[in-house]
């Protein structure tokens, strides 16, 4: 993010496009109230009509799935009402022709009919956005990420960003609001399969010769190529290419796309350890599962997606079995003939981070004491952090200047036809946590919602189809079929069928297309085509949702209940 989050609050004007808060992030969503309040224009660009589009100055509710086409109009429009900074483009920013070469052809009226927005209204949102004083900031999230064109999105959005000035000074710019509370702090500690820690390439070979000397090892150790990702695991597997699989706090058999295929993918692998805090569908196949203590078993520091580090202290001690995860890694090192000796988490900071990423070298454990934080890039013990980035128009590209990237629009991969005509796309709720491993073993959250989950039916969907609130309900895709509850539900679009991803019997990730953005490597699980269907029999609906439920906690509490391991196998402990 180029802004802070309470930064949003002294903003003119937010635009929300693809970022739901109010289920996501409800202290952010808190903020955008709190700008409103405060005079801020707020527009929403969302197929639902989600709970910030009730206190929105303009909704725009856009076709799924048509992302670059809105956002390459958007721009179109700024630039031919003259709502752009000549200035600031001429200063701070390349390529400025070309990219308009791209997108000169995106007329509001010519792409009336593939984004569903007016010209009149596609008008009145560029203005606001363009003139709000003193400064605008996009905000977005998986509406744009987990779609085919994510990247291409991006480009534009930053480039809108550029062209108006509407970054490079306070509060302004761009809000990636990155999913976890720990997402972008993971990336910043190098748990990407491309970066050392600090975002430092491992293709670098400088970078390579640092670390290997930070850790005692001889540079072509350090491997020079980039690593796998998450999302690509099933099909390597299926060519060969990974026979073991580490898997830490994930659960792809319910998170990822295409669960089905994947869990024979799985099947296939030589040796699969999970390491997680409870028993999940994925460590319930796991041939070793290593258990880790949880959020308030452990300290740490967590790295918000404002660039913002803050520590957090344990309050309880582990149980049973339960040891840190950065014990079990350092032990597993260690066993594995590289020896990791730290004590603590704080030696970890110090060495890992601080001692090779200059950006974070003032991000003290005193700074982060109590309720203190450290914001990055922070170089030196005695700077302040950096809420804005940008500031004045200095980018972070070798030349210092803004390079604006322009796309053509694409259609999503699978598009509804006669047999699947719905789309199907899958969002949060706020009830519910991910792959719910950890809400849904909290009685009181349980009792919000229970499964098969729910499946969002706009009415006229559901009447087409003789279905009623409630009633239980297949759906399927050319990937499988489950079964769940309908929820019918006026603030989505007709056409488009909703679904939360953390419901074990209304799995949506049995229905979702694995198509993946080759760079990025995120899952497009914003569009799949499906159908959606009345089971006949609702008495015996319900008695099968109950009973595969019911078996399939059987088979869980069997796998979670402790094997017996010899003494001469449990090595030193
Ligand atoms: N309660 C709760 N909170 C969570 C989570 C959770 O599971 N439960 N998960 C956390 C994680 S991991 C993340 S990444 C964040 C994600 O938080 P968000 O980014 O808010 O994620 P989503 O709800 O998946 O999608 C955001 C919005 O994108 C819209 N959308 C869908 N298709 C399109 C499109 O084509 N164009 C546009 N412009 N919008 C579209 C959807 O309607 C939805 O309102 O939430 C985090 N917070
Ligand atoms: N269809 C569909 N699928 C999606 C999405 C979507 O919008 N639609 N969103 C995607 C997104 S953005 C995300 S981020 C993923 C999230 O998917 P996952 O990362 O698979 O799910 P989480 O629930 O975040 O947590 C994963 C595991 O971490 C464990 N865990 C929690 N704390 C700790 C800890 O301290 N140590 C260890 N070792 N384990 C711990 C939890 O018990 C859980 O089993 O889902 C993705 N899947
Ligand atoms: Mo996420």
């Known amino acids: 993010m180029s802004v802070s989050v309470p930064g949003l609050e002294n903003a003119g004007c937010l635009m929300l496009f693809g970022y739901n808060p109010n289920a996501s992030h409800p202290i952010v969503a808190r903020r955008v109230v709190k700008a409103k309040e405060k005079g801020a224009k707020i527009i929403v660009a969302d197929p639902r009509y989600i709970e910030t589009a009730r206190i929105a100055d303009l909704y725009l509710p856009l076709n799924n799935g048509s992302n670059v086409a809105f956002l390459n109009t958007f721009a179109n429009v700024i630039v031919n009402e003259g709502l752009h900074d000549k200035q600031f483009i001429d200063e701070h920013t390349v390529g400025f022709d070309?990219?308009?070469?791209?997108?000169?052809?995106?007329?509001?009226?010519?792409?009336?009919?593939?984004?569903?927005?007016?010209?009149?209204?596609?008008?009145?949102?560029?203005?606001?956005?363009?003139?709000?004083?003193?400064?605008?900031?996009?905000?977005?999230?998986?509406?744009?990420?987990?779609?085919?064109?994510?990247?291409?999105?991006?480009?534009?959005?930053?480039?809108?960003?550029?062209?108006?000035?509407?970054?490079?000074?306070?509060?302004?710019?761009?809000?990636?609001?990155r999913g976890q509370n720990n997402v972008q702090g993971s990336c910043d500690m190098g748990a990407l399969p491309n970066v050392f820690p600090g975002y430092q390439k491992v293709t670098d070979a400088a970078h390579r010769q640092k670390f290997a000397e930070a850790w005692g090892v001889p540079t072509e150790k350090l491997s020079d190529h980039e690593g796998y990702k998450v999302s690509n695991v099933g099909h390597l597997i299926e060519e060969g290419r990974i026979r073991a699989f580490y898997n830490f706090g994930e659960d792809p058999l319910q998170t990822e796309p295409d669960t089905r295929k994947l869990a024979q993918q799985l099947a296939a692998l030589e040796i699969f350890v999970c390491q997680d805090i409870f028993m999940t569908q994925t460590t319930a196949v796991a041939d070793v599962v290593l258990p880790a203590t949880s959020w308030g078993e452990h300290e740490g520091t967590f790295g918000a997606c404002d660039r913002t580090f803050q520590r957090f202290d344990a309050a309880l001690p582990p149980k049973g079995e339960c040891r840190h995860d950065w014990e079990i890694i350092a032990d597993l090192s260690t066993r594995m003939g590289h020896p990791i000796t730290y004590k603590?988490?704080?030696?970890i900071w110090d060495n890992e981070l601080r001692a090779l990423w200059p950006a974070a070298f003032g991000a003290t454990y005193e700074k982060m004491a109590g309720l203190g934080h450290a914001q990055w890039p922070i170089p030196t013990l005695d700077h302040p952090g950096t809420p804005d980035l940008f500031l004045g128009g200095k980018f972070t590209t070798p030349d210092g200047k803004a390079h604006l990237i322009a796309h053509e629009y694409k259609l999503p991969t699978e598009t509804p036809d006669t047999k699947y005509p719905l789309i199907l796309c899958t969002v949060r709720e706020v009830g519910h946590y991910s792959c719910r491993s950890m809400t849904g073993n909290c009685t009181t959250l349980s009792l919000l919602a229970e499964e098969p989950g729910f499946v969002h039916i706009n009415a006229l969907d559901a009447e087409a189809r003789g279905i009623k609130q409630d009633d239980l309900v297949w759906v399927y895709s050319r990937r499988g079929k489950i079964i769940t509850r309908a929820e019918v539900d006026d603030r989505i679009n007709v056409g488009t069928v909703y679904m939360t991803y953390q419901w074990w019997i209304g799995k949506c990730n049995d229905l979702t297309i694995h198509a993946v953005d080759k760079r990025s490597a995120t899952p497009e699980d914003k569009h799949s085509a499906c159908q959606v269907e009345l089971v006949d029999d609702q008495l015996w609906a319900e008695q099968h949702a109950h009973e595969i439920?019911?078996?399939?906690?059987?088979?869980?509490?069997?796998?979670?209940a402790p094997q017996q391991i010899a003494p001469h196998q449990r090595g030193d402990r």
């Open 98 to 177: 070309e990219w308009w070469k791209t997108i000169e052809s995106y007329t509001p009226d010519r792409t009336e009919s593939i984004t569903g927005i007016s010209p009149r209204l596609m008008k009145e949102a560029a203005r606001m956005y363009a003139h709000a004083q003193p400064s605008s900031v996009l905000c977005w999230g998986m509406g744009v990420t987990q779609q085919k064109q994510n990247v291409e999105s991006i480009h534009t959005l930053a480039a809108i960003a550029c062209i108006t000035h509407q970054i490079a000074k306070p509060n302004s710019g761009l809000a990636p609001v």
């Open 344 to 347: 603590s988490t704080r030696e």
């Open 549 to 560: 439920y019911m078996n399939l906690k059987a088979r869980m509490t069997q796998e979670s």
